[in-house]
């Protein structure tokens, strides 16, 4: 399967932005699909998991009430929509499958990475 983040931009602080990613060359309608960040001089980054029937999802504590993940399986498509932006969620964002039922947080236990997408939140 191939992944494509897309959305990201430049927003100022406050504002919001709704990533996707879509995936081709198979359904991921039973894969968990994570999302990660990477900030310049960091270590990729837990955000957000969603279970293939989209019922269980799993946020990072300082994602919570700011983000929220979603999907289509018509669009076999995962959206993350990001509110509240900080200055601090500046990062590249990256979306990840897997075929399981679990909602890992380690980058380590996801099989397929899209090429990831810039968010830049001004101050």
């Known amino acids: 399967v191939q992944l494509q983040a897309s959305g990201g931009g430049l927003v100022q602080a406050g504002g919001s932005l709704r990533l996707s990613c879509a995936a081709s060359?198979?359904?991921?309608?039973?894969?968990?699909v994570g999302w990660f960040r990477q900030a310049p001089g960091k270590e990729r980054e837990f955000v957000v998991a969603i279970s293939g029937s989209g019922d269980r999802k799993y946020y990072a504590d300082s994602m919570k009430g700011r983000f929220t993940i979603s999907r289509d399986s018509a669009k076999n498509t995962v959206y993350l929509q990001m509110n509240s932006l900080k200055p601090e969620d500046t990062a590249v964002y990256y979306c990840?499958?897997?075929?399981?039922?679990?909602?890992?947080?380690?980058?380590?236990?996801?099989?397929?990475w899209g090429q990831g997408t810039q968010v830049t939140v001004s101050s």
């Open positions: 060359g198979r359904t991921i309608s039973t894969d968990t």
């Open positions: 990840a499958a897997r075929l399981n039922y679990a909602l890992p947080t380690s980058a380590t236990s996801y099989s397929y």
